[in-house]
């Protein structure tokens, strides 16, 4: 029933899942009892085709390449936490050495960068999402510079595009700051449709002003009280994620229509991730179960 499924997907668009429903990448004791062969194993056998990376994947391409051929899944890209709202291309081009060489190697075709440069200096992610640092004008337009500079080297050192990942509490947040840097700098957009609706505005905003600018696409849902609760009594972005502000398509109150229409009409070719940051400890959140939903309701908007 899943090949079925993902055979209506466009000719070059895959279907993967982020291991963040298992084990979260920034709060440890999230999936923390969760190994990493059960999270491979559940996303082959709900019928996903691919993978983002995760803190308890390996990161030497002769250990992972095996693990995932086992499995029968692709790598579909890995974060980069990019810092250059601060530090030079030259400095981030050697930061993401490692990191891209992985990549290619594995034959991923785009790389997620997140904006992580400029946070608070001490766990950034647990301070009020009000508290959030936010760039000048001038230093966003150079920032911008820096981005389109890092992404030509990007693409000519290792022929990796970048997926510029709008992101909660990070330099760009707003609708507003992701036009100031996209303008500017022109480079790939990864559209992430919980990460919009959480900042306060809808993702279709972001496929009619850049939509030949997306390389690639977090499919993650918001439930919306959950959410309002956490902006109205001023929560940092990890108590969001305990509290549950995310999950997967379906289980939420965003359309998921709009992406799929894009996906279909645009000609776009690429990845479609689902990814929700909570606790797999939660009933509602078990994984696998999760993830299965997830993958029925995308197939079928296909």
């Not at 979260?24 to 019928?47: F, H, K, Q, R, Y």
């Not at 947040?173 to 957009?189: H, I, N, P, Q, S």
């Not at 972005?237 to 939420?252: A, E, K």
């Not at 990845?271 to 909570?278: D, F, G, K, R, S």
Request: charged share 25%; proline share 5%; glycine share 10%.
């Amino acid at each position: 029933m899943a090949n079925g499924a993902l055979s209506a997907l466009p000719h070059g668009v895959r279907l993967g899942v982020s291991p963040l429903s298992w084990a979260n990448d920034v709060l440890e004791d999230l999936g923390a009892d969760i190994p990493l062969e059960t999270c491979l194993a559940d996303a082959a056998s709900v019928g996903y085709q691919g993978v983002e990376l995760g803190r308890k994947f390996p990161r030497e391409a002769d250990a992972l390449g095996p693990l995932l051929k086992r499995h029968g899944l692709a790598l579909a890209s890995g974060w980069h936490s990019g810092f250059l709202a601060e530090r030079s291309v030259e400095a981030e081009i050697e930061a993401v050495a490692p990191h891209a060489r992985l990549l290619k190697a594995l034959g991923a075709e785009v790389m997620v960068y997140g904006p992580c440069g400029r946070m608070a200096p001490f766990a950034p992610l647990d301070v009020s999402m009000t508290t959030r640092v936010t760039l000048t004008s001038g230093e966003m337009a150079a920032y911008a510079d820096r981005l389109a500079e890092f992404e030509r080297r990007l693409i000519g050192e290792y022929g990796l595009r970048m997926g510029y990942h709008h992101h909660l509490m990070m330099v760009v947040e707003t609708f507003d700051e992701v036009c100031r840097v996209l303008d500017r700098a022109r480079c790939g957009l990864l559209i992430d449709t919980g990460h919009a609706a959480a900042a306060g505005f809808d993702y279709a905003k972001l496929i009619d002003r850049f939509g030949d600018f997306v390389t690639h696409i977090h499919l993650k849902d918001v439930r919306a009280d959950r959410m309002a609760r956490v902006r109205s009594d001023d929560l940092s972005f990890n108590q969001g994620v305990r509290f549950g502000m995310f999950t997967v398509p379906g289980d939420g109150d965003l359309d998921f229509a709009p992406i799929a229409h894009f996906v279909k009409t645009s000609g776009y070719r690429g990845w479609l991730v689902v990814e929700a940051e909570q606790d797999p400890a939660r009933p509602e959140a078990e994984p696998k179960a999760a993830a299965t939903r997830a993958f029925n309701l995308i197939a079928s908007l296909f």
